[in-house]
């Protein structure tokens, strides 16, 4: 082991196990533009099959024509505040989403900035740093 490496481990031994919790959690979450090119932007047309909504980014696998689509969606705290829930789609819903392409070849991902529902007007827009949501009239 070198001497940076052993410093380093020596330091990380000492430190607050609450401290360093904090430090891995956000060394782990990535930063938006590292994973997505926010300099593109794609439209995919598909049928939802999987819906998660976790901590920390809620995310929705989508059918489209033979491949499927992971989309990342704002975290889940914002999500949350702004109303929508585990329910807010499901399996079989047909959506047409916008948003950024995964930086992966081929990219399969995106992390989205728009998704409409068009079967009863459901709207997702992520405008600047925040989520809107337009839920269907009752």
Known sequence: MNWV??????????????????ILALAM???????Y???REVTIEGVVAEYHFVNPHPFIVVNVNSER??????????????????????AGDRVVVRGSPARTKPPLGLYVRKLDRAA??????QVGRSPRVQFPSK
């Open 69 to 90: 689509w992971t989309l990342e969606l704002d975290n889940l705290s914002e999500l949350v505040e702004v109303g929508m829930t585990k329910d807010t789609l499901k």
């Open 120 to 125: 009863d007007g459901f709207r997702y827009e």
């Open 29 to 35: 979450h990535h930063s938006i533009a590292g994973v």
């Open 37 to 39: 090119d926010n300099g």
């Open 5 to 22: 490496a052993r410093n380093l481990c020596g330091k990380i031994s000492h430190m607050n196990p609450g401290v360093l919790s904090l």
